[in-house]
């Protein structure tokens, strides 16, 4: 990971109030198979097919009249990255002003040594039971200086000890978790609104 990432400046204003990061593909993208049709509508981004419950802006709308409060601060955690405000948001109704989480990682112009050295890291967390995701969620954190939840399929307790065991980070990190099969639903947003309503300050 990139030793001093640069973030939008959304993401690390000097404010008070929660930031929300929201992941794609088993959060706003259902993966199971076999999911009711009248339950969930089918489209396509980027060539990769789409299952997003008929009711999500219903389920999601507590969330959003927070952050359309100023409650809280919504942002994409996901590795679709900023394709998330242009290719997710139009099918879900919303984000298509959210800022993004980049996940820094090899592409094709690595070293073979750049490759090997990320692929150590993830295996290394891997290994304490913590997702590839949580260094950068983390090293977002300690740069906001403000609670943060963190919405996801993958994360859960043991990314939670790793963000409390980090002196460098001031304020909780949460993790709320998504069943992947079947997406975000209103257990999970009533979780996260409970979390942003009851966010310590921070400073």
């Not at 942002?75 to 997710?88: K, Q, Y």
């Not at 993790?175 to 947003?189: E, L, M, N, Y």
Request: charged share 25%; net charge negative.
């Amino acid at each position: 990971m990139a030793s001093a990432p640069v973030y939008d400046e959304r993401l690390v204003a000097d404010v008070t109030r929660p930031l929300v990061g929201i992941d794609v593909d088993g959060v706003l993208n259902a993966l199971g198979d076999g999911l009711d049709p009248e339950a969930y509508r089918t489209g396509r981004a980027l060539g990769y097919r789409m299952q997003v419950r008929v009711d999500l802006a219903a389920v999601m709308a507590p969330l959003l009249q927070l952050a359309e409060a100023g409650r809280c601060d919504l942002f994409w955690a996901s590795m679709w990255e900023g394709a998330a405000a242009w290719e997710i948001a139009p099918l879900v109704g919303f984000g298509a002003d959210w800022p993004h989480l980049a996940f820094t990682r090899p592409d094709d112009r690595s070293s073979v040594e750049e490759r090997r050295a990320y692929q150590e890291q993830v295996h290394a967390f891997a290994a304490e039971g913590v997702y590839f995701k949580s260094p950068y969620v983390g090293d977002l954190a300690a740069a906001a200086r403000r609670p943060l939840i963190w919405v996801d399929d993958e994360c859960g307790v043991d990314d939670e000890r790793y963000f409390a065991a980090r002196e460098d980070i001031p304020a909780p990190v949460r993790c709320v978790a998504c069943d992947a099969s079947t997406g975000i639903g209103p257990r999970q947003v009533a979780e996260i609104v409970s979390l942003v309503e009851t966010a310590p300050a921070s400073g």
